[in-house]
């Protein structure tokens, strides 16, 4: 087993708070691409496990290392080159975090408390989708192992003892938060984006997050419209064409700049012919309203406007106060514990060199003794040795109990304490040095 003495855990990425858009998508790594991504990184010396997360909104890298310094070069570089693009260029929108930083980091991404749209409910998805490509491609180890199913454990308590996965507090997570309660989210559905504005394509990034089925955009001008289709993959739809791909849809964003509705109840009517009941859920962001009020009427159909979500916004401002506060207390308390398991994997190699050099140093003592007296019997000799093993399970039981303690508050302070005092270490290198004989 990989030790915590020897090893450091390490996590370099870039997120939205730390570099623009523009500059994470020449880093994405593709769940196509993971694998292969992996096992190219865990090649180098330096890395010892290791595992990609690469979302709309991050690309990270986490890791175990003898040398994080090493490590973390070792890792941008290979992105760099991974994409065909000069590392030098990305490296100042890097962010490197250690050992219980790097652990509550992984627990607040996957909690959601680090998203752009705090308590979003994709992200726990993702990060269990990079872990399958971890483990796939054999790059994850007891240590990451440990750490994700404890990220997974506090995601889960965020979620249940808290409402903040529940609460959106931005127009485009309320719209995303809709859709979930109308449609069971946007996962695997058709959406149609109606005009291009800075509003919609916000709520359009939201709902792309969440892998739907297919993005199309219409627009009157199609150069804007085109813009939108590269950068979410989706397809451009004539403006001529508006009714019939609102009959094909799931999800309908509105946010054009018209002075009045576009989308009207005869043309809903005539959209859901043919759809045997298939629910559809419009969102209207424009202001004034894209689609008349009516059309909210019409069975099958959830019609949301810029009051209805900002309604929703509203109500949860203070509410997600509380839940973040909340969540942040539970983040911190896994983390503890996690790190608490970390540290004692040095425990475990300590205790039994010290059982080790005491019984060693009991053993001599006896054959010195033993060897200045004469006619001892066996059993005199049995009882000796009995004794001496005796007074050295007396002597490590309270220092044993002392460290297992101990280590869950301080850390392995004590344990190099104790490695040193009684010179531990050098025990270390000649029991390696006996194996490698």
Request: charged residues 25%; proline residues 3%; negative net charge.
């Amino acid at each position: 087993m990989t030790t915590k003495r020897n090893m450091t855990l390490f996590l370099v990425g870039v997120s939205h708070k730390s570099a623009p858009v523009d500059v994470r998508e020449k880093m994405g790594i593709g769940q196509e691409s993971a694998e292969r991504f992996l096992k190219g990184l865990a090649t180098s010396p330096d890395i010892d496990e290791c595992l990609v997360l690469s979302t709309c909104n991050r690309v990270e890298i986490l890791g175990l290392s003898p040398d994080v310094s090493a490590a973390v070069t070792h890792a941008i570089s290979y992105l760099g080159l991974f994409h065909g693009r000069d590392p030098s260029a990305m490296k100042n929108y890097f962010y490197i975090k250690e050992d219980r930083d790097a652990v509550r980091h992984v627990l607040r991404v996957s909690s959601s408390l680090d998203s752009m749209v705090v308590g979003e409910p994709q992200i726990l998805g993702q990060v269990k989708d990079s872990y399958r490509a971890a483990t796939a491609s054999d790059t994850s180890g007891p240590v990451l192992n440990r750490l994700l199913h404890r990220a997974f454990f506090t995601a889960k308590r965020v979620k249940n003892e808290t409402g903040i996965a529940s609460r959106p507090v931005s127009i485009s997570s309320a719209a995303l938060w809709l859709c979930e309660e109308s449609l069971g989210g946007p996962s695997g559905k058709s959406i149609l984006m109606i005009g291009a504005g800075e509003m919609g394509e916000e709520t359009l990034k939201q709902l792309a997050c969440a892998q739907p089925g297919e993005i199309r955009i219409a627009n009157r001008t199609r150069e804007t419209a085109q813009r939108l289709c590269e950068r979410f993959v989706g397809k451009y739809v004539v403006w001529e064409d508006l009714a019939q791909a609102i009959g094909s849809a799931d999800i309908v964003i509105s946010c054009t700049g018209s002075e009045r509705p576009i989308i009207t109840s005869p043309m809903i009517a005539r959209a859901l012919n043919g759809r045997n009941g298939r629910p559809l859920a419009i969102i209207d962001i424009a202001v004034p309203r894209d689609v008349d009020e009516n059309v909210g009427d019409i069975a099958g159909v959830s019609l949301y406007n810029i009051d209805s979500l900002n309604a929703v916004v509203r109500k949860n401002i203070t509410e997600r106060e509380s839940d973040a506060v909340r969540s942040e207390r539970i983040v911190e308390e896994e983390t503890a514990k996690f790190m608490g398991w970390l540290d004692s994997l040095d425990l475990v190699p300590t205790i039994v060199l010290l059982r080790k050099k005491l019984k060693l140093i009991g053993d001599e003592e006896v054959r010195k003794t033993l060897a200045s007296w004469e006619g001892l019997g066996d059993d005199e000799i049995r009882r000796v040795r009995l004794l001496v093993n005796a007074i050295i399970n007396k002597v490590l039981h309270d220092p044993t109990v002392y460290l297992k303690r101990d280590v869950q508050t301080t850390g392995s302070s004590t344990v190099e304490l104790i490695r040193g005092l009684f010179g531990l270490d050098g025990e270390d290198a000649d029991d390696q040095d006996r194996d490698k004989g």
